[in-house]
């Protein structure tokens, strides 16, 4: 069964990289990883995807080993608007959410 | 954009009650979800649906059931709420079931 493991809690300033590594426990060979952000008091957000080496959108790069058993998420110069809980599910015919990963930044 | 709605923000129960929640999404996805989210917990699948008429018991059915007879509508439904109902229920959609698209949610409290 596919499982995922990620740090409860990330604490950083306005301005530096936040990075987020996610264990995939059992990933499948054709699965993909995906985050999710989510504020409080709002449904969550589907922010990347990838399937393997690096992915970069206007949120978030995202970096996965050739072996695919971890990710990780970067946010690149946080603001204080970037604190949320973010989350790699894991994915099989459903997606599988843990308690995520909460980021706060600070001043 | 994809737009998930759901029929309330807050909704306020007494025990005992049956409870419907509505979601409707807007971009002709075959899958719906239903989440609860509780603190500590994360989100816990309660039910989806692949396609109308269809739904598969997700991590944490009991005491709920679903209804979707049209493809952008999936309800929600608590046959005779419970105080351990009270939560933030969640509905998503999606074409591939690692993006899905979440509405706002929905705060029940059951007294």
């Known amino acids: 069964l596919a499982k995922t493991t990620q740090p409860i809690s990330m604490d950083s300033y306005e301005g530096q990289e936040v990075n987020i590594t996610c264990s995939h426990n059992?990933?499948?060979?054709?699965?993909?990883i995906t985050w999710y952000q989510q504020f409080p008091s709002q449904g969550p957000r589907f922010i990347i995807q990838?399937?393997?080496t690096k992915v970069t959108n206007e949120v978030a790069s995202l970096f996965i080993p050739a072996d695919r058993k971890s990710s990780t998420l970067s946010l690149p110069r946080v603001s204080l608007s970037d604190t949320a809980v973010y989350y790699c599910p894991a994915v099989d015919y459903k997606l599988s959410f843990g308690a995520g990963t909460t980021v706060t930044v600070r001043a | 954009d994809v737009k998930v709605t759901q029929s309330s923000r807050y909704l306020v129960k007494r025990t005992g009650e049956k409870v419907f929640l509505e979601c409707v999404q807007d971009?002709?996805?075959?899958?719906m979800f239903w989440y609860r989210q509780d603190p500590g917990l994360g989100l816990r699948l309660i039910y989806f649906s692949y396609d109308v008429k269809m739904k598969e018991k997700g991590d944490i059915p009991e005491g709920y059931s679903v209804s979707r007879e049209k493809k952008e509508r999936f309800s929600l439904i608590l046959e005779s709420a419970s105080t351990n109902q009270t939560s933030m229920y969640l509905c998503?959609?999606?074409?591939?079931?690692?993006?899905?698209?979440f509405g706002p949610g929905t705060r029940l409290t059951v007294t």
């Open positions: 990838g399937y393997k």
């Open positions: 971009m002709d996805h075959e899958n």
């Open positions: 998503a959609s999606s074409s591939l079931v690692h993006e899905q698209y």
């Open positions: 059992n990933i499948a060979t054709n699965d993909y």
